[in-house]
């Protein structure tokens, strides 16, 4: 028996020694690993535990924006799978460098890019909290406001 299948067991018992609806344990099971994994990850980290009934575990998934917003005439130009091990299939790299370079930003407009994406992500996560936000980017918060200011981030149309 593997130990996937032995947590299911366990799960079982429990619920039936205690009394305790499995789907109350399978919940907690699910919140103490999702609580695990932000400490070990970093809190500020989107992501879902969920216990796998065929296999017995459970799977930890971080969830990632890649767009807010299609803008028009900037779409998405391909789907590449993610491979789930650490190593990117060099058929993978080649599909990549098979764009035509005048489809990539240059570099300046990259960046630029980046450090608006990074800086709306931040302000989402602390909800338009600009100290926090400063503290997560180690940077200074006078320091951060400048940086708001340069991309036209406005704190309050972060808050809920």
Same mark, same amino acid.
Do not use: H
């Given at each position: 028996m593997n130990d996937g299948a032995a947590l299911g067991? %366990? =799960?079982?018992?429990?619920?039936?020694?205690?009394?305790?609806?499995?789907? %109350? =344990?399978?919940?907690?099971?699910e919140q103490a690993i999702l609580t695990a994994a932000k400490r070990a990850f970093g809190m500020h980290r989107e992501m879902e535990a969920k216990f796998n009934e065929e296999t017995g575990r459970v799977d930890l998934f971080q969830i990632i924006v890649i767009v807010d917003q299609v803008t028009p005439g900037k779409g998405v130009h391909a789907v590449v799978p993610i491979p789930a091990g650490p190593i990117v299939p060099a058929s993978l790299v080649a599909r990549a460098l098979e764009a035509p370079a005048e489809?990539?930003?240059?570099?300046?407009?990259a960046?630029?890019?980046?450090?608006?994406?990074?800086?709306?992500?931040?302000?989402?996560?602390?909800?338009?909290?600009?100290?926090?936000?400063?503290?997560l980017a180690k940077r200074n918060r006078s320091d951060f406001y400048s940086l708001l200011d340069r991309h036209q981030l406005d704190p309050a149309s972060f808050k809920k």
């Open positions: 067991l %366990v =799960l079982d018992q429990v619920s039936k020694d205690k009394n305790i609806d499995r789907a %109350v =344990l399978v919940e907690t099971l489809d990539l930003a240059s570099f300046d407009d960046r630029r890019s980046f450090e608006r994406d990074y800086l709306s992500q931040l302000m989402r996560i602390t909800e338009g909290n600009v100290t926090q936000a400063a503290r």
